[in-house]
């Protein structure tokens, strides 16, 4: 098993930035491809980022390209999303995700592990 906390959600300004974290536990974090999605009020969880276990492949959904970064810091099993220049349309909850399969998917279905979330509210 593997549990997943995160941390660094909040309100800030639309143009603004906010860097959020993801600890991993339970399983060997340099094995896991890492992965960040988010859901709106009733919508479905939908792609942000994705990570290679060694952190040399990323994807990004068409939306956050560019204003998004995701890495990830095997030494202290943690991922991070560095959210710049925020929109409105990025107010969601944000859910950190762990797949041990070495797949770099933008699929939800292929994460088995999930945190919590933590939500990320941008104001106009």
């Known amino acids: 098993q593997v549990q997943l906390a995160e941390t660094g959600g909040g309100l800030v300004q639309a143009g603004g930035s906010l860097r959020l974290s993801c600890v991993a536990s339970?399983?060997?974090?340099?094995?896991?491809?890492m992965g960040w999605f988010r859901q709106y009020p009733g919508k479905e969880r939908e792609f942000v980022a994705t990570?290679?276990?060694?952190?040399?492949?990323?994807y990004y959904a068409d939306s956050v390209k560019g204003r998004f970064t995701i890495s990830r810091d095997n030494a202290d099993n943690t991922v991070h999303l560095q959210m710049n220049s925020l929109k409105p349309e990025d107010t969601a909850v944000y859910y950190c995700?762990?797949?041990?399969?070495?797949?770099?998917?933008?699929?939800?279905?292929?994460?088995?592990?999930w945190g919590q979330g933590t939500q990320v509210t941008v104001s106009s």
């Open positions: 995700a762990a797949d041990d399969s070495f797949v770099v998917s933008d699929s939800r279905g292929n994460y088995d592990y």
């Open positions: 990570i290679s276990w060694s952190g040399r492949s990323t």
């Open positions: 339970g399983r060997t974090f340099s094995s896991l491809t």
